[in-house]
DNA sequence: TCTGGGGTCCTAGGACCC
DNA sequence: TCTGGGGTCCTAGGACCC
């Protein structure tokens, strides 16, 4: 047990707080207090500075429960600003990308680096990356190092814990490593959520330790080739590859919560409308279309008060990726779900039988139009503006123009990177 | 007043075929 | 009276991740 392969090396580099953090870059007056940041709609908390952890701010809890916590500890609260989130986080993959031959971004702020193979120690390797991030775009990061990605998920987890190892820890042929497993509760291993968690306590699993030594045909039979994949990991012998051109979406959803309850069929048909628009951006994007399409809509459940969801789905006869048609698609399934009198809270639409554009499967009976080409143009120019001016220059009428039912957004900081009339001023 | 959004993978079970 | 066995494909639902 625990025999690491002698040739992987794979570190996670992780920000710290990532969200806070890129606050914190463009507002020196946020460094040393508490600083959360909210989810869409500015629902709950999901980052928090270490002084916001440390007055016991808890991840996912309603804003609204907290307001009078939030006063009475000063803390600094902020909507989520996804366009500085997003451009900070390429600044900081660039850079984690350079320093390995092979690298895989997992998430906002997380990627994987191979650093099998490299001449200086991997130690110094980590510091000198660490320290360079830092300098460069200001966000911290924390390195974790082992023989799995599921082993470097824990050396990550102990390097951001323990400030004595300076934000770098390397569990490659570590002698404690029975130790550290054993400290490890199984709930914080990567893989093992919280289901799995009540299904192992019930086993007397509690540690990673114990998990990693439970017997294989017993993992396959309860926990599924994932959980002895993940077992495995922890016993040093890699079944999760680095993922380095990460293929394209398989199904897109954009779906969001309303600003204010939402009971007419013109808003519902405009956000839905809204919402195609977005999902067909990001298609486009990976350059596919797509040829299944599903809107949902929900009243809110947390309400005490008439509750009303549905969904409907239809195949198209071809992959499309033109915002119109898809918008039709949408609207005709709107309709038939849609019931007045309900207050709706949310609707989202999701687009699947995705494929590659180049390479579409046509259909015998029905040819796309020839406006085809026109059709791509368009979008391939509607894209172009949008991109270079802001998502929202041009958009379709029908995603409407007051739109009262919009996400809240409150407290959003300034687009610092990304906006030129929201640039920081200096002097 | 007010509780996020966007993905992936796996499995079981039904439909269907020979 | 008697009522197989095996394969594929699809979908819904569960579980997990950030």
């Known amino acids: 047990m625990n025999r690491p392969h002698p040739t992987r090396c794979y570190a996670l580099a992780d920000c710290n707080n990532f969200y806070v953090s890129c606050e914190r870059v463009f507002d020196p007056s946020l460094k040393g207090v508490p600083v959360v940041v909210l989810s869409n709609n500015d629902g709950c908390v999901i980052a928090r500075s270490p002084e916001a952890k440390a007055v016991g701010v808890q991840m996912g809890e309603p804003a609204f429960k907290r307001e009078g916590f939030f006063r009475r500890h000063s803390v ?7 366009a500085l989130y997003g451009d900070m986080s390429q600044r900081v993959m660039s850079i984690l990308g350079e320093s390995a031959p092979r690298s895989e971004i997992y998430s906002i702020d997380e990627a994987f680096l191979d650093l099998a193979g490299l001449p200086d120690s991997t130690e110094t ?8 991030v830092f300098r460069w775009t200001g966000i911290p990061i924390s390195i974790g190092v082992g023989p799995t990605k599921t082993l470097a998920k824990i050396a990550n987890r102990i390097a951001k814990k323990y400030a004595k190892f300076d934000g770098v820890f390397d569990l490659t042929n570590h002698p404690r490593m029975n130790d550290i497993l054993a400290w490890l509760p199984v709930a914080d291993v990567w893989g093992i959520g919280r289901r799995s968690v009540n299904k192992l306590g019930r086993h007397g699993v509690k540690t990673a330790l114990d998990f990693a030594r439970l017997p294989d045909d017993w993992l396959k039979k ?44 013109t808003e519902m048909l405009e956000s839905v409308a809204a919402y195609v628009s977005r999902a067909a951006e990001k298609l486009r994007g990976q350059g596919s279309v797509a040829s299944w399409v599903k809107v949902f809509i929900l009243t809110n459940p947390h309400k005490m008060e008439l509750q009303y969801a549905n969904a409907r789905a239809m195949t198209l006869s071809v992959g499309t990726d033109h915002t119109p048609t898809l918008i039709k698609a949408a609207h005709s399934l709107l309709n038939d779900i849609y019931k007045p009198g309900y ?14 554009k180049a390479t579409r499967q046509l259909s015998l009976l029905n040819l796309p139009p020839n406006t085809d080409d026109r059709d791509t143009t368009l979008m391939t120019c509607l894209d172009r503006i949008n991109d270079r001016f802001g998502r929202s220059t041009l958009q379709y009428a029908a995603t409407g123009l007051g739109r009262p039912w919009s996400m809240r957004q409150l407290r ?14 200096v002097g």
Do not use: D
């Open 343 to 356: 207050n709706y809270k949310k609707a989202g639409v999701m687009l699947a039988g995705i494929e590659p």
């Open 222 to 265: 309860k926990m599924t080739v994932t959980g002895l994949m993940t077992a495995m990991e922890l016993r040093g012998i890699p079944c999760f590859e680095l993922e380095l051109a990460p293929p394209s979406s398989k199904s897109l959803l954009c779906s969001r919560s309303f600003g204010r309850p939402v009971s007419s069929r």
């Open 125 to 132: 390797h980590c510091q000198t990356l660490r320290q360079k």
């Open 412 to 425: 959003k900081s300034p687009r610092y990177t990304t906006a030129w009339h929201e640039l920081p001023r």
């Open 76 to 82: 600094r609260v902020f909507s989520s600003n996804y």
